[in-house]
């Protein structure tokens, strides 16, 4: 566990140096683009080993059980809504988001998935379009 | 500046009807949601937040408000009747109050943490309005030297709060430093961090990554435990305390919420560490310390008075100085800037109705939680028993819309998901979100005015140190990283924690 956290945040702290290593850090008394991102980078690199350091030192190499699948079906369903909402529209992109993420639990029989579906996306236009007036398209 | 004539100005503008109703239906949607288990007050404050977004500032800060501390008196009433602590500040409530339901009295112990709640509520908003301007009078004699520390200080107490490694909730501090500085610096005009999309250009937008990092991420794991089914709860008999149980009660009530008081205004202190430290302190002053844990009412009314005292005591740095000092408040400040406001020690004397109508609107509000939820328990107790599989896809659209009409982007969507991913792993790794949160909503303001400071003393680092306020700050910051890091310390904490 720390040894995955503490590789994670290294990562980030490699990522953000090596991105930033072309902006300019300027001097302490004019500080520029690039002073702080590396203060932080560095930082987060030292962070990184103590963390992984220690997860080697004490807890060896331990990997947590993920639940791969509502982190999977939950994030699809994100993804699908993200990419529909715009081009199908809010009813259309609504029931694939219900669909979808009905799979990351136990799924509903298609019955009341349906009527939950036609719910959320009914109530989504009575509450967004016509409540708030907001500028979405609701069909395709 | 009189104080009376203060909070008048605030009743007159919370009194209001249009903004009456806001406080009403924030203090409902936020009990509604926060009794969800699994839900705390910051993914459900972070899940709301786009149904302020079209109201003016005032009506949008008294109904975030409301939402916050009706999600906050959710999860107790989860904690309750479930055994469940929605966040972590109702895992205390959890001992005492469920003990309470299993005997029969679940009723008695809601009645108690709400009316704790409401005493605690309303000592703590007369002690906002005293304490509020004093501090912004002192926060106008800052120097960019003096804010920088005064962050590292929240900062460092924020790790104090994280629980499990200091080292890990730091580096999520640094993560949350790092996503702040995506998009173009003021500065310069120079692109950090974009990858070359136009889309990043301003910087990532709050709404997506807190409701990915506490929403989407609390639902992969709520969904990860219980595969989506509902929960089995106790039943309600009488709600009505008895004299004896107020006997006990009201003292332990007040000492609650004095504590809880007290720990909030500190940065990095909040609710759940005014609710520890209430519980263990009634536990060492009751002559019966073995009654704890088998449904002793003082266990119940302390920490949840101290938790209502200290949530609502976090306003007083994060109004009067500009500083959120938890998770919540840097939402609330997020909230602010998307209203155009700039919280601070400028916002007492410039926006005085928004200011005193949201500290009012505070009173109103704990009144309204109790007419709300006495009568309408049963309500709840329904809700609960409503399967998590029909509960999560609509909160998911929820999210999802919300995050939509942000400004209509699509990308913003898939930001949340990602953050949502990245949330999840980081749980997995046992790295807590929050210090990431106040270090992204910190971030900016540190660095303007890490530049400035250092700018003015011509590049000279010691002047943190040596200008008294600002060296006195650094001192307690660097005092409680080392009371952190000692072993004896830690293992106290450890053990504070250890139930969750």
Known sequence: ?140 | MDLLGNLLLGLSVSLSPDNLLLCFGGALIGTLIGVLPGLGPTATVAMLLPLTFYLPPVGALIMLAGIFYGSQYGGSATAILVNLPGESSSVVTCLDGHAMARQGRAGVALATAALASLFAGIVTTILIAVAGPPLAGVALAFGPAEYVSLMLLGLIGAVTLAHGSVVKAIAMILLGLLLSMVGTDVNSGDTRFTFGLPQLYDGIDFVPLAMGLFGLAEIISSLEQTGGAGQTTARIVSLWPKREDVRQAWPATVRGTVMGALLGILPGGGATLGSFAAYSLEKKVSRHPERFGQGAIEGVAAPEAANNAASQACFIPMLSLGIPPNAIMALMIGAMTIHGITPGPQIMAKQPELFWGMIASMLIGNVILVILNLPMIGLWVRLLRVPYGYLFPAILVFCCIGTYTLNNSGFNVLLMALFGVLGYALRKLDCEPAPLMLGFVLGPMLEENLGRALLLSGGDPTVFATRPISGSLLATAALLLILMVMPSVRRRRDEAFKDE
Do not use: K, Y
């Not at chain 1, 945040?9 to 500080?31: K, N, Y």
């Open chain 1, 1 to 140: 566990m720390d040894l995955g956290a503490g590789l994670l945040i290294a990562a980030f702290g490699i990522g953000a140096l090596w991105l930033g290593r072309d902006w300019p850090t300027g001097t302490l008394a004019s500080v520029q683009s690039g002073f702080f991102p590396r203060m932080i980078g560095m930082l987060m690199v030292l962070a990184g080993a103590l963390v992984t350091g220690r997860g080697l030192l004490i807890h060896g190499a331990a990997w947590p059980s993920w639940g791969w699948r509502p982190l999977i079906w939950v994030t699809a369903a994100v993804l699908a809504f993200a990419g529909t909402v715009e081009t199908l529209g809010l009813v259309p992109a609504v029931l694939i988001l219900v669909g979808l993420g009905n799979l990351a639990g136990q799924p509903l029989r298609p019955v009341p998935l349906l009527l939950l579906g036609g719910a959320l996306a009914a109530g989504c236009v009575a509450l967004f379009v016509w409540g708030l007036g907001l500028p979405l398209r609701v069909w395709p």
